[in-house]
């Protein structure tokens, strides 16, 4: 009969540790997604950043070459 309960013992300590386990690869699993995101998220907003200044230097320059009326 003891060897019996060591055995459930154990099978259930494996369920556990096996349950903890699979949570900390989800939550490393969010961690990561949550990284990807704001990464994705900054570079996108640096490129739209640079796209702009790029834009705004162009027309800059557009707008000097106009010769006025004299």
């Not at 989800?26 to 702009?52: G, H, K, Q």
Request: glycine share 4%; hydrophobic share 55%; aromatic share 10%.
């Amino acid at each position: 009969m003891p060897i019996m309960m060591l055995a459930v013992a154990v099978h259930h300590m494996g369920l556990l540790f096996g349950t903890l386990w699979g949570l900390q690869e989800l939550r490393f699993a969010a961690i990561f997604e949550a990284v990807r995101s704001a990464l994705s998220c900054f570079t996108m907003a640096v490129v739209c950043c640079v796209l702009s200044f790029r834009s705004r230097r162009n027309r800059r320059s557009r707008d000097s070459t106009v010769v006025p009326f004299i």
